[in-house]
T-cell receptor, first 111, second 118 residues
Framework: GIQVEQSPPDLILQEGANSTLRCNFSDSVNNLQWFHQNPWGQLINLFY???GTKQNGRLSATTVATERYSLLYISSSQTTDSGVYFC?????????????FGGGTRVLVKP | NAGVTQTPKFRVLKTGQSMTLLCAQDMNHEYMYWYRQDPGMGLRLIHY???????AKGEVPDGYNVSRLKKQNFLLGLESAAPSQTSVYFCASSYSILQAYTRNQPQHFGDGTRLSIL
């Protein structure tokens, strides 16, 4: 199956700093999702981004499908950005739209 | 709009007991999924369904059964709970692949069920 690797595994930021999270995948994909899992365990959809760049407030994401990676940018980080960030891509089978998750990047933003 | 609702939110079981987790979605999604998340890891797919009355195995199906009798509901059953099944369980739903392309919609997740097996 497809392999999804995220880096770095852990990230500690000072409030106000910028950062880039990376997601590499081993096969071509037709969509990719970024999630934020908050400290209460809830999974929040951030981006659905098969290719190109999208922005939502202080967050933006870029997927370069031909080179099999996606980047998540966090600008002017806030303590509420703390949590785990996951990227996920679908398996290639025709039936279903099943996601394979990366191991996550654990982000701690210090005040 | 409730989205994806999971019940219960927390449960503690003894080894060998059985239980059923319920997932309900109100978005008329064709596809539904059950994932589990172990500490420090990403989510792994247990079972999924591409429509009412159909189910299929995911990455880690052993020890679980599922049913999709109604389009809006997807049940996950543990027949004989084991400590290795202690985890957080997430349900998700989405449009079909064709709908996803045309509507550009992602998978939507519930808030999770924390299950402990003693």
């Amino acid at each position: 199956g497809i392999q999804v690797e995220q880096s770095p595994p852990d990230l500690i930021l000072q409030e106000g700093a910028n950062s880039t999270l990376r997601c590499n995948f081993s096969d071509s994909v037709n969509n990719l999702q970024w999630f934020h899992q908050n400290p209460w365990g809830q999974l929040i959809n951030l981006f659905y981004i098969p290719s190109g760049t999208k922005q939502n407030g202080r967050l933006s994401a870029t997927t370069v499908a031909t080179e099999r990676y996606s980047l998540l940018y966090i600008s002017s980080s806030q303590t509420t950005d703390s949590g785990v960030y996951f990227c996920a891509v679908p398996l290639r089978e025709a039936a279903g739209n099943k996601l394979t998750f990366g191991g996550g990047t654990r982000v701690l933003v210090k005040p | 709009n409730a989205g994806v609702t999971q019940t219960p939110k927390f449960r503690v079981l003894k080894t060998g007991q059985s239980m059923t987790l319920l997932c309900a979605q109100d978005m008329n999604h064709e596809y539904m999924y059950w994932y589990r998340q172990d500490p420090g890891m990403g989510l792994r797919l247990i079972h999924y369904s591409v429509g009412e009355g159909t189910t299929a195995k995911g990455e880690v199906p052993d020890g679980y059964n599922v049913s999709r009798l109604k389009k809006q509901n997807f049940l996950l059953g543990l027949e004989s709970a084991a400590p290795s099944q202690t985890s957080v369980y997430f349900c998700a739903s989405s449009y079909s692949i064709l709908q996803a392309y045309t509507r550009n919609q992602p998978q939507h997740f519930g808030d999770g069920t924390r299950l402990s097996i003693l």
